[in-house]
């Protein structure tokens, strides 16, 4: 990506004296509008590089043609070095400032209310300098010569442009600082950053917890994975939270015998589960959320979050199962069960990651129940997924189609932001917790 700004300063020192100042300006800080509006909404990484490195392009064009030619020529040269400074003085002030605007506006609206204040300021650059921009090119030397900031023939354009100038620096500190927003993934954040990250999320944080399985003949191994990732990422994105890295250890015995599974043993699986969130919580992350991706984590999870009150903790478990499938919407062609790999699942990817989708092979095995133990409902088994379901394939992927992922993706979403919500405002879970705590140790002076 870094590699644009070079590029980006030679197109900018050409194109100054070839195109003329003015539309270089427009029109880089148009192409900043447009690559600016995209690339926080990529999630491929051969496609966040590209838009960043084209990105990159436009805002050294700016740097090169605004600070190193523009500005200093709008003004004498008796006064040229002190104004310039003082331009770029109320430039670094804004940087300073945007902070605060730009963590206001990201709990307030999101990751669309930082792009609309970069936006919103480069449409102001761009109506500034095309109605009272200066273009250097067409004025006479000795015009220059005789300006002067007060007075004289060319007093009213060297405080225009004095004006101009100011609002040029100000704006553009502003634009670039609002593409430096705070990343949602833990991995991509500097250790400052993090910091801050903590502090914005309010201890809050996303756990989303996949699994790495056969998904029918056509899905990828780590479909659960990719689906609950893609529903956190989306719902931090709304609701600030940092969101842990790629975690896939939960119980699924059940497929063992399908090749790519990774089965960990009971015991490691609560363990690392309970240091991964020790850590998490040492690092800051008070409201611990997990997100459950994976039908076979059911009963794990809720039985990880009861043994917290096994010994104390500083930091709140709170479990949010997959919302994969909700009443309403599209209406759905599979009429029977539809448990792994099926129509809702196979929907999903479509819409998480569609180049992973292999519709074609999703006909070439069965997915109906094949029902070879006979037990009443109320009796359970270990062994009943694979009695059912030995091809570990649950329904009919191969009606899928994108519409009824986004609105089950949407739901998904949403019911995780209402849980990341949630979960901020709570303030008597880990007070409780503590009390609790407390009295376990004396049990026999608990009264009613």
Not at 89 to 104: E, N, Q, S
Not at 321 to 331: A, H, T
Request: glycine share 8%; charged share 20%.
């Amino acid at each position: 990506m870094s590699l644009g700004a070079p590029l980006g300063s030679a197109i900018g020192a050409f194109a100054a004296d070839s195109w003329r100042r003015k539309p270089t300006i427009v029109g880089a800080s148009l192409l900043t509008i447009v690559l600016g509006g995209i690339y926080p909404f990529l999630h491929q990484p051969a496609a966040l590089l590209t838009s960043g490195f084209l990105l990159t392009i436009p805002i050294y064009i700016l740097v090169a043609t605004l600070f190193a030619i523009y500005i200093p020529e709008l003004f004498p040269t008796e006064v040229r070095l002190r104004a310039s400074g003082i331009c770029n003085t109320f430039g670094r002030g804004a940087t300073i400032l945007t902070p605060f605007l730009a963590v206001a506006l990201f709990r307030s609206y999101g990751i669309r209310g930082v792009l609309s204040l970069m936006i919103g300021f480069l449409i102001v650059q761009i109506v500034v300098v095309f109605r009272f921009g200066i273009e250097p090119k067409s004025v006479g030397w000795k015009t220059w010569k005789r300006a002067k900031i007060q007075g004289g023939s060319g007093g009213r354009s060297m405080k225009r442009a004095a004006i101009c100038s100011l609002l040029v620096s100000l704006v553009f500190a502003r634009s670039i600082h609002a593409q430096s927003k705070l990343s949602v993934n833990w991995e991509e954040l500097t250790a400052a950053d993090f910091r801050e990250a903590i502090q914005l999320s309010k201890g809050t944080c996303l756990l989303p917890f996949g699994i790495l399985e056969k998904h029918g003949p056509h899905l990828p191994l780590g479909t659960d994975l990719l689906n609950v990732r893609h529903a956190s990422f989306e719902a931090a994105q709304r609701e600030y939270a940092v969101v842990f890295p790629q975690y896939y250890f939960g119980q699924i015995f059940e497929a063992k015998h399908e090749p790519g599974t990774v089965a960990y043993s009971l015991e490691l699986q609560l363990k690392l589960l309970q240091e991964t969130t020790d850590e998490m919580a040492r690092n800051g992350c008070k409201k611990i959320v997990i997100v459950n991706g994976h039908g076979g984590n059911e009963h794990l999870l809720p039985f990880f979050a009861q043994g917290q009150l096994d010994r104390p903790h500083d930091y709140v478990v709170y479990v949010l199962d997959g919302e994969r499938s909700r009443p309403g919407g599209p209406p759905k062609k599979s009429t029977g069960i539809d448990y792994h790999a099926g129509e809702n699942e196979t929907s999903n990817t479509m819409v998480s990651r569609p180049d992973l989708v292999h519709l074609d092979r999703a006909a070439s095995e069965s997915g109906s129940d094949q029902k070879r133990v006979n037990l009443p409902e109320n009796v359970y088994t270990g062994i009943w997924w694979y009695a059912r379901f030995p091809n570990h394939y649950s329904g009919d992927g191969s009606v899928a189609r994108k519409e009824l992922g986004e609105w089950n993706m949407n739901n998904w979403i949403a019911a995780t932001v209402e849980a990341i919500r949630a979960a901020k405002a709570d303030d008597q879970s880990l007070k409780l917790q503590n009390e609790f705590y407390e009295k376990s140790k004396h049990p026999l002076d608990t009264r009613p």
